[in-house]
């Protein structure tokens, strides 16, 4: 009650910042717009980082599930590390 009391009882001015009370060209609303801009810019970027980085991630797992599956069709001299055979892991991929 107390606060419906108070911004009826206010003056209009106390209420309203320059962009709404219809000086639009303060440098009070210019700096606000690019405020305003300048953290549509720093959550577009964070959004845009974390979007690349999953891009990458699939393109990663990509690469590896082709060079894992060329190397089942045709093992060929490749399977052999320095010591002897390379290990198979459970799947039959050789590691």
């Known amino acids: 009650m ?5 911004l009826i009882a206010a003056p ?6 320059p962009v709404c009370f ?12 690019m405020g ?8 577009g970027g964070v959004l845009v980082g974390f979007a690349s980085f999953f891009v990458h991630l699939m393109r990663r797992a990509r690469l590896v599930d082709d060079r894992l599956a ?3 069709a045709d093992p060929g001299p490749a399977s052999r590390g320095a ?13």
């Open 36 to 43: 305003i801009f300048v953290m549509l810019l720093i959550v």
């Open 22 to 33: 219809g000086q639009s060209d303060s440098p009070m609303a210019w700096a606000m717009n």
């Open 83 to 95: 010591y002897g055979p390379r290990a198979v892991n459970v799947q039959g991929r050789t590691v």
């Open 2 to 6: 107390s606060l419906t009391t108070l």
């Open 12 to 17: 209009r001015t106390v209420i309203a910042c």
């Open 70 to 72: 060329a190397e089942a």
